[in-house]
């Protein structure tokens, strides 16, 4: 053992402590801040009733004679209206039903009524039969 001057080894040792001293000054913490949560508005229903009547109408309309489109443009007017105040959310769902239903129902339409008026004037036309 070497010898330090001052170091008496049948002093009793001061405790070690647990908790290193630290040369930087106590960390001060900010207060937490209230959490504010914003909810947003509720959905239009008709506003995506009318997306969704527009998307059938370009997949499938021709088979169902134009009526989703004819649906996606009536409800994407009233969730146009429902959405104008802000009280509700879904005006772009509103719009993509109105310019869906609006570009195919007129193709829509055309194709029914000539369908209808083809199988009508077909029915109605008679036939020349040829003779023995």
Same mark, same amino acid.
């Given at each position: 053992?070497?010898?330090?001057?001052? $170091?008496? =080894?049948?002093? &009793? /040792?001061?405790?070690?402590? !647990?908790? *290193?001293? #630290?040369?930087?000054?106590? %960390?001060? $913490?900010? =207060?937490?801040? &209230? /959490?504010?949560?914003?909810? !947003?508005? *509720?959905? #239009?229903?008709?506003?995506? %009733?009318?997306?969704?009547?527009?998307?059938?109408?370009?997949?499938?309309?021709?088979?169902?004679?134009?009526?989703?489109?004819?649906?996606?443009?009536?409800?994407?007017?009233?969730?146009?209206?429902?959405?104008?105040?802000?009280?509700?959310?879904?005006?772009?769902?509103?719009?993509?039903?109105?310019?869906?239903?609006?570009?195919?129902?007129?193709?829509?339409?055309?194709?029914?009524?000539?369908?209808?008026?083809?199988?009508?004037?077909?029915?109605?036309?008679?036939?020349?039969?040829?003779?023995?």
């Amino acid at each position: 053992m070497s010898y330090q001057p001052g $170091y008496d =080894p049948t002093r &009793p /040792q001061p405790p070690i402590s !647990a908790v *290193p001293a #630290s040369t930087y000054p106590p %960390a001060y $913490y900010h =207060p937490l801040l &209230p /959490q504010v949560v914003v909810q !947003a508005p *509720p959905s #239009s229903s008709t506003a995506t %009733a009318s997306m969704v009547l527009g998307i059938l109408g370009v997949l499938g309309g021709w088979c169902l004679f134009g009526i989703p489109c004819v649906l996606a443009v009536i409800l994407g007017h009233v969730g146009l209206y429902e959405t104008r105040n802000g009280t509700k959310s879904g005006r772009g769902m509103a719009v993509t039903g109105l310019i869906l239903g609006y570009v195919f129902v007129g193709p829509m339409i055309a194709l029914t009524v000539m369908v209808f008026f083809g199988g009508v004037i077909g029915a109605a036309t008679p036939t020349p039969t040829t003779g023995p």
